[in-house]
């Protein structure tokens, strides 16, 4: 099928994807704390230095959002500034929080609010954070304040954004705060996480019952890399049993399934999301290595010789994200793609990488599966955590010197796109000739 002429359904949200830390300025949570200690953000940056939404950058984004055609945006609300000290509740950054989600309604754009998108009030981490057991109910009356004060505004909630890469990355491989090295915590927060979701869930259609309410789930594609090997086969099956399917299956059959414990039932869990979020970005060759007993003797890499993004971001793989929406049909839950995007600072990639990934969305439509909304990683250039800077994923460029804007041919690429509601023939030719008209869809 030629990659042009691609019509999505009416009522489809065409959205970007943002989050408090990376766009906001922060000072007040564990990861604002963590940036200011040497050698912790690769390109020296922090994320005050950011979009500046707090100070009212936003009004200008969310016009050129509304411009671009936009008719959705996921954001998320940052714990620290609304409950900054435990048990009490700021209301003047709640007072800010509704001036933006109104200012996202006045321009015809529905807003999918984020709870938990991986920073943490101070005062949470002193009290063991994550870790603990009480993070369960105090997250549950987060969300309920969340509700309380943002419900006639918001129907579209996603609890938690990527569980696992949030565990992972900083309690299993210790690469972000608090930088720890533990199987045993990685699955702890692991589940505590998914706990936290549902004690959530439950609380939040208790106070809002038509609220759709799900997780923003992060999941790759783990391909063997010697197909033929059995155990590469095997490796890329543990990979993705760890990374993928325990943050997966939970919210849908409830049950905890081991290694998070010994298949314990829990019954908030059962059936606890309104739809499903995926994230997604690129896929993993998996191999067998004796020489890697702390990734339970596995190795994960890109596949050599593929089309590459940024130096250590992964492979281009449009067709993962057919295959894993596919993969979430029988779920029987509507999907929401919450994020997709590709680190390119020069912007020659991404156009390309639009056109191939919502041609794998289409085919995934044509064939079924109930997507009901794109999110793309991001609206600005922001704070990307680790990379500060260095890793460039929005469509509009932004200036830290100056803070001006300046949208991206990518940009103008996705408002054609979302105004027309389709893929358009000669959108190929116009954007990413370079790309040339062998696809892959």
């Given at each position: 099928?030629?990659?042009?002429?691609?019509?999505f359904?009416?009522?489809?949200?065409?959205?970007?994807?943002?989050?408090?830390?990376?766009?906001?300025?922060?000072?007040?949570?564990?990861?604002?704390?963590?940036?200011?200690?040497?050698?912790?953000?690769?390109?020296?940056?922090?994320?005050?230095?950011?979009?500046?939404?707090?100070?009212?950058?936003?009004?200008?984004?969310?016009?050129?959002?509304?411009?671009?055609?936009?008719?959705?945006?996921?954001?998320?609300?940052?714990?620290?500034?609304?409950?900054?000290?435990?048990?009490?509740?700021?209301?003047?950054?709640?007072?800010?929080?509704?001036?933006?989600?109104?200012?996202?309604?006045?321009?015809?754009i529905?807003?999918?609010?984020?709870?938990?998108?991986?920073?943490?009030?101070?005062?949470?981490?002193?009290?063991?954070?994550?870790?603990?057991?009480?993070?369960?109910?105090?997250?549950?009356?987060?969300?309920?304040?969340?509700?309380?004060?943002?419900g006639?505004?918001?129907?579209?909630?996603?609890?938690?954004?990527?569980?696992?890469?949030?565990?992972?990355?900083?309690?299993?491989?210790?690469?972000?705060?608090?930088?720890?090295?533990?199987?045993?915590?990685?699955?702890?927060?692991?589940?505590?996480?998914l706990?936290?979701?549902?004690?959530?869930?439950?609380?939040?259609?208790?106070?809002?019952?038509?609220?759709?309410?799900?997780?923003?789930?992060?999941?790759?594609?783990?391909?063997?890399?010697?197909?033929?090997?059995?155990?590469?086969?095997?490796?890329a099956?543990?990979?993705?049993?760890?990374?993928?399917?325990?943050?997966?299956?939970?919210?849908?059959?409830?049950?905890?399934?081991?290694?998070?414990?010994?298949?314990?039932?829990?019954?908030?869990?059962?059936?606890?999301?309104?739809?499903?979020?995926?994230?997604?970005?690129?896929?993993?060759?998996?191999?067998?290595?004796?020489?890697?007993?702390?990734?339970?003797?596995?190795?994960?890499?890109?596949?050599?010789?593929?089309?590459?993004?940024?130096?250590?971001?992964?492979?281009?793989?449009?067709?993962?994200?057919?295959?894993?929406?596919?993969?979430?049909?029988?779920?029987?839950?509507?999907?929401?793609?919450?994020?997709?995007?590709?680190?390119?600072?020069?912007?020659?990639?991404?156009?390309?990488?639009?056109?191939?990934?919502?041609?794998?969305?289409h085919?995934?439509?044509?064939?079924?599966?109930?997507?009901?909304?794109?999110?793309?990683?991001?609206?600005?250039?922001?704070?990307e955590?680790?990379?500060?800077?260095?890793?460039?994923?929005?469509l509009?460029?932004?200036?830290?010197?100056?803070?001006?804007?300046?949208?991206?041919?990518?940009?103008?690429?996705?408002?054609?796109?979302?105004?027309?509601?389709?893929?358009?023939p000669?959108?190929?030719?116009?954007?990413?000739?370079?790309?040339?008209?062998?696809?892959?869809?």
């Amino acid at each position: 099928m030629p990659l042009g002429d691609r019509r999505f359904p009416p009522g489809f949200r065409w959205g970007t994807a943002t989050a408090a830390h990376q766009f906001e300025g922060q000072l007040t949570n564990d990861w604002s704390a963590w940036e200011q200690l040497p050698d912790k953000i690769r390109d020296g940056t922090n994320s005050s230095e950011s979009c500046a939404w707090w100070s009212g950058g936003y009004v200008g984004d969310f016009d050129l959002a509304q411009s671009l055609g936009q008719n959705a945006l996921r954001l998320s609300i940052e714990w620290s500034r609304i409950e900054p000290r435990e048990g009490q509740w700021n209301d003047v950054a709640i007072a800010q929080y509704r001036r933006m989600l109104g200012a996202l309604r006045e321009r015809g754009i529905e807003p999918m609010v984020t709870l938990f998108h991986f920073t943490s009030p101070r005062w949470l981490v002193e009290l063991g954070g994550w870790e603990s057991a009480d993070i369960v109910a105090r997250f549950a009356r987060f969300a309920a304040k969340a509700v309380e004060a943002f419900g006639d505004c918001v129907h579209l909630w996603c609890t938690i954004n990527e569980p696992n890469v949030y565990a992972a990355s900083s309690f299993l491989l210790g690469q972000w705060p608090p930088q720890k090295q533990s199987v045993r915590a990685f699955l702890r927060v692991t589940r505590n996480q998914l706990l936290a979701h549902a004690s959530a869930y439950r609380v939040m259609h208790d106070l809002q019952p038509k609220a759709q309410v799900g997780l923003a789930q992060h999941l790759r594609v783990f391909d063997p890399y010697r197909p033929e090997r059995m155990l590469d086969r095997w490796a890329a099956r543990l990979q993705d049993s760890l990374f993928n399917r325990l943050v997966l299956e939970a919210p849908a059959d409830g049950v905890l399934h081991f290694p998070l414990a010994l298949n314990r039932r829990v019954p908030d869990l059962l059936d606890s999301q309104d739809y499903v979020g995926l994230n997604y970005y690129s896929r993993d060759m998996a191999a067998f290595s004796a020489r890697n007993p702390r990734l339970l003797f596995t190795d994960r890499f890109p596949m050599p010789g593929a089309d590459y993004s940024m130096e250590g971001w992964g492979e281009i793989y449009p067709h993962g994200l057919y295959r894993l929406l596919k993969r979430l049909q029988p779920y029987g839950k509507p999907v929401y793609v919450t994020e997709c995007g590709v680190p390119d600072n020069d912007d020659s990639q991404r156009p390309r990488f639009l056109l191939t990934h919502l041609a794998a969305l289409h085919r995934a439509l044509l064939e079924g599966v109930p997507v009901r909304g794109f999110y793309f990683w991001s609206l600005v250039d922001n704070f990307e955590w680790a990379e500060g800077f260095g890793a460039r994923f929005g469509l509009i460029h932004l200036d830290l010197a100056t803070g001006q804007r300046t949208v991206k041919s990518s940009g103008h690429l996705y408002g054609e796109i979302c105004r027309a509601g389709a893929i358009a023939p000669g959108m190929l030719e116009r954007y990413a000739p370079a790309a040339g008209a062998d696809q892959p869809y």
